[in-house]
């Protein structure tokens, strides 16, 4: 991977997405951080250079797709499926709903069918205890895909890389928090 492609998307996490107070996480856990993935991903500049990055890891891969969960996946799905058509390598685009459809065909997972088997690669802005992309790993799964890699931005490092890798995926987040932390802490 290149060194400059990630320095610099470490630059975009910690100017945009990192900040320090006092803040209560989508599980109801108290944290003196806020890491809002989106302020990058949803940038030219940071959208481009993760999918880019991701790209470069899944070279060679048997992934066809790319997904992951409303709406922290959906800036970075985007990124990749179009980048990887100037590849060679083209990937469709996945996007998993927070609840099925009530309506239409009531699908909870949007994107051009794919054969059965058909291997994926999900990934999710920031993973903290896992539950999001849990989710969207087991809609993927039940529409009878199979879900090769598992990337994220950041990892909070609390408890969802240890459930994903428990659960046996290949979770390969771009940075941990002690990271962004640590490049917030050296701006100072």
């Given amino acids: ?25 989508r599980s109801g856990e108290k944290s003196q951080f806020y890491l809002d993935g989106k302020q990058v991903t949803m940038t030219a500049e940071g959208a481009a250079l993760f999918a880019e990055i991701i790209l470069e890891r899944l070279k060679g891969s048997r992934v066809v797709a790319i ?11 985007g990124a990749v499926s179009a980048l990887s ?14 609840e099925e459809k009530d309506h239409g065909t009531g699908k909870l997972v949007e994107g051009p069918p794919l054969p059965a088997g058909a291997c994926v690669a999900v990934v999710e802005d920031v993973v903290t205890r896992g539950g999001a992309i849990m989710h969207a790993i087991r809609a993927l799964e039940g529409a009878g895909y199979r879900v090769e890699r598992v990337f994220c ?21 771009i940075f941990t928090l002690d990271e962004v932390v640590n490049a917030a802490a050296q701006t100072r």
């Avoid at 990630?6 to 630059?11: E, F, G, N, V, W």
């Fill in 67 to 77: 997904g992951g969960p409303t709406l922290g996946a959906d800036p970075i799905v």
């Fill in 153 to 173: 931005l950041v990892d909070r490092q609390s408890t969802g890389a240890d459930l994903l890798r428990t659960a046996g995926y290949h979770f390969e987040p």
């Fill in 1 to 25: 991977m290149s060194t400059e492609k990630r320095s610099r998307l470490l630059h975009l996490v910690r100017s945009l997405a990192y900040r320090e107070g006092d803040f209560t996480l």
């Fill in 85 to 98: 058509f100037k590849s060679g390598q083209p990937l469709a685009a996945l996007i998993v709903r927070k």
